[in-house]
């Protein structure tokens, strides 16, 4: 049996999303714009370092949304990408004393090219098989980080301490609420792309693909091609994301980056819906707060009521935060009438 | 009668006076920071409760135990304790946001006991940055003993340098024409125990004629074994996890190679690592200790190990006693418990620190006769002594003196 074959007998992997329902509204997105930029206002250093982390992996949780609900395709080892990201970064700060800034384009385009990489032989995979071999490259990254070939830059098992950046120009600002309002910038900078990309013909191309792959490439689009380059945006998103996650937290070890976050994110993306890009933010809110919440209800069976809530969510709203929208849209539209 | 009643006037008066200046004196003696008051003592806390490694989660619920019996007989100079502790799965950027949360929202006035090496790591800077005590970490690794840097962060477990400055000077003093074969685990673990190894073999470095190391991830370490055997060496020093260590006992039994085996304290349980290597390979075996082994029968009857019991029977039914890691979490707490003693009404951040560092030979019930916690402006290290050990039937068996693995000279 041939790999086409598989491909068409094998149910879709993802659900079709029409592409407008991709996004949110103009007005909406500028609400919730003016309230991230102006709850930082009202909250302490803490919080807002932890609505910092909810960018971050917003970010990282968006990237694998581009690839899972645009392309089609499954990963399980974004954890990876996001692993290099925050080592390309960390090392560039820490050993050639180069600016926080600019050391963010460079582990996305170092993610960028391992992802576009590693998309090569996954070409060949699909569906489950795909989440596999991904999850291979995420269970193989931290022992990767420790290898005594690479010690003297990744530090090893210890990691590498990062400095936090000051607020540049004098700004009367906390290091916490510079570094939030500069992840800010950068997600939404990296969202309107994302939109962007998911409107413009590539990401036509991407959604053909994950409707029905024979059917995009008898219309002429190069399916490697474009399944790679979803890979390589991804990847690439996913390292910026990583390289954010280590200014804020102010270290990597191979120990914050193993199949569990990868995990998280790929539980960030179902529950903020599949496909649906603001859910992105919903999911990230998920990973990071409701082990909290379940934490704060018993600490010996934290695991356990984590479990029963990702339980509740997916059996009440499998389509997660997307769903959720959608009834709160009608029932707003049935009320205006 | 207006004599004596303005006479009484005058002494009530005075009385007065003298109870709100004593009164007065004694509000000036009281010192807070953040996290202390009247009433209340703060401490923060981060063990791993789920995840790989949550089998340390026992750490913290034996530390919430001794806080909840202080608490119980009164408290420390009539405060309460309040022990927060949370869960970071092992996970060092969890760590840094549980970290926040202690010192930003639930404003503790330090934390205490915090596991797990890449975790402090992650929120040592940090917490020097916020001047916040990070006492008594629960990691063996040998950076945490370093005032001048981190002058906010203190260690408690002996260092594994300090463990295998000990196998040094037993080896140079008991065997001085031995040639010694070392297994590690790669990772800082195991180059902190070499490293200390070399430091106190540095009179003579040329003993160590094989050095083997091994990744966690290897299934097995047999190879290893049998490639150290072959430069016949007459001492065999295992810097291994208990697996591992497991494995390396019984890799040698089976090849009747009868070397001096010294196996490092992290895998020296008779649990987890002898009986699984087979007692008649474990024979003869030796290792160091520092806390009580509350399964060995010549503590029965021990007054530290009956607190310890009547503590667990009391506040942890649940926990199996004879998990090592209870006894350190109640050691660990059991020297929190006295810092804050000593630090009577002046609970000031820099206080709870000079009072840390200034232990002098303080002895507890669940270590060792002999064992005691020593430290000072420069000497950021509580436990410092081992005391031999060598596996003999069913059990280890103390032998010789405490040696202390302090770096004497340099």
Redesign the interface.
């Known amino acids: 049996m041939s790999a086409v074959e598989d491909v068409v007998t094998e149910a879709p992997a993802v659900e079709a999303v029409p592409k407008r329902a991709m996004t949110l509204g103009f007005g909406t997105s500028l609400v919730m714009l003016a309230l991230l930029l102006l709850v930082p206002l009202f909250v302490?250093?803490?919080?807002i370092?932890?609505l910092t982390?909810l960018l971050i992996y917003g970010l990282a949780v968006l990237a694998l949304n581009i690839l899972t609900g645009g392309s089609g395709q499954f990963s399980l080892g974004q954890s990876a990408f996001y692993a290099v990201g925050a080592y390309t970064s960390a090392i560039l700060m820490e050993h050639a004393d180069m600016n926080y800034a600019l050391t963010l384009p460079i582990a996305g385009i170092i993610c960028f090219a391992f992802g576009f990489l590693f998309g090569q032989p996954a070409l060949r995979l699909s569906g489950v098989y795909l989440a596999l071999a991904t999850f291979a490259l995420a269970t193989a990254m931290p022992?990767l980080l420790?290898l005594?070939f690479f010690e003297h830059w990744t530090g090893?098992?210890?990691?590498l301490?990062v400095t936090k950046p000051d607020a540049p120009f004098g700004l009367p600002m906390s290091q916490d609420m510079w570094l939030y309002y500069f992840t800010l910038a950068i997600t939404v900078g990296i969202y309107v792309a994302s939109v962007n990309l998911l409107r413009s013909r590539s990401g036509r191309a991407f959604m053909a693909i994950r409707d029905n792959e024979i059917a995009a490439s008898a219309m002429g689009v190069d399916v490697a091609l474009y399944k790679t380059l979803a890979f390589g945006v991804s990847a690439g998103i996913t390292g910026v994301a990583g390289g954010l996650?280590a200014i804020a937290?102010?270290?990597v070890?191979p120990?914050?980056y193993?199949i569990?976050?990868a995990i998280s994110l790929f539980l960030g993306m179902v529950v903020g819906g599949v496909g649906w890009l603001p859910g992105s933010i919903v999911g990230s809110a998920f990973i990071i707060f409701v082990p909290n919440i379940a934490?704060g209800i018993s600490?010996?069976l934290?695991?356990a009521v984590f479990g029963v809530l990702l339980f509740l969510v997916i059996f009440l709203v499998p389509h997660g935060a997307r769903q959720v929208a959608m009834v709160a849209q009608q029932l707003i539209g049935k009320l205006k009438k | 009668m207006p004599k004596p009643t303005r006479r009484r006037l005058a002494t009530v008066f005075l009385s007065l006076a003298v109870v709100a200046a004593t009164a007065g004196a004694a509000l000036a003696q009281k010192k807070y920071d953040t996290g202390a008051s009247d009433t209340e003592i703060r401490i923060g806390n981060i063990v791993p409760?789920?995840?790989p490694a949550s089998a340390y989660?026992v750490v913290g619920k034996a530390m919430a135990a001794v806080f909840k019996r202080v608490n119980d007989d009164g408290g420390i100079n009539g405060r309460k304790i309040n022990f927060i502790?949370?869960?970071d799965?092992?996970?060092?950027?969890k760590a840094?946001?549980q970290a926040?949360?202690l010192?930003?929202?639930d404003e503790v006035l330090l934390l205490f006991g915090t596991l797990g090496?890449?975790s402090n790591?992650?929120i040592?800077?940090?917490v020097n940055g916020k001047k916040v005590p990070q006492l008594f970490v629960a990691t063996g690794a040998t950076k945490w003993n370093d005032p001048k840097t981190f002058p906010w962060t203190m260690g408690w477990l002996p260092s594994y340098q300090s463990e295998s400055r000990i196998y040094a000077k037993y080896l140079t003093k008991e065997k001085p024409n031995a040639k010694i074969a070392v297994l590690y685990q790669?990772?800082?673990m195991g180059k902190d125990y070499l490293k200390g190894l070399k430091d106190g073999l540095a009179a003579d470095p040329s003993r160590i004629i094989a050095e083997e190391s091994y990744?966690v991830?290897e299934p097995t370490i047999d190879s290893h074994v049998v490639r150290l055997k072959s430069s016949n060496p007459d001492v065999i020093i295992l810097f291994t996890t208990p697996k591992f260590g497991a494995q390396a006992i019984k890799k040698v039994g089976e090849m009747n190679w009868k070397p001096v085996t010294i196996v490092s304290n992290v895998s020296a349980s008779t649990a987890t690592v002898m009986r699984p290597a087979g007692l008649e390979n474990s024979q003869g075996v030796m290792s160091a200790a520092y806390a009580k082994d509350v399964s060995d029968p010549q503590w029965a009857g021990d007054p530290g190990i009956k607190a310890f019991d009547d503590l667990l029977a009391k506040y942890l039914p649940e926990v199996n006693r004879a998990d090592a890691s209870a006894m350190t979490g109640y050691n660990m707490a059991t020297t929190m418990v006295e810092v804050l003693k000593r630090c009577g009404d002046d609970l000031t951040r820099s206080n709870v620190m000079k009072q840390a560092a200034s232990l002098k030979q303080f002895a507890q019930g669940g270590l060792l006769p002999g064992i005691t916690l020593t430290t000072g402006p420069d000497d950021f290290q509580p436990v410092e002594q081992l005391q031999l050990m060598q596996f003999k039937g069913e059990r280890w068996q103390l032998f010789g003196d405490v040696i202390s693995g302090e770096l004497v000279g340099n």
């Open positions: 302490k250093n803490f919080i370092f932890q982390m022992q420790k005594g090893g098992v210890q990691g301490v996650g937290v102010q270290f070890a120990d914050g193993t569990t976050l934490e600490k010996g934290s695991g | 409760y789920s995840g989660g502790s949370y869960d799965a092992c996970s060092p950027p840094v946001e926040r949360k010192i930003e929202s090496t890449a790591t992650a040592q800077k940090y790669n990772d800082d990744e991830a």
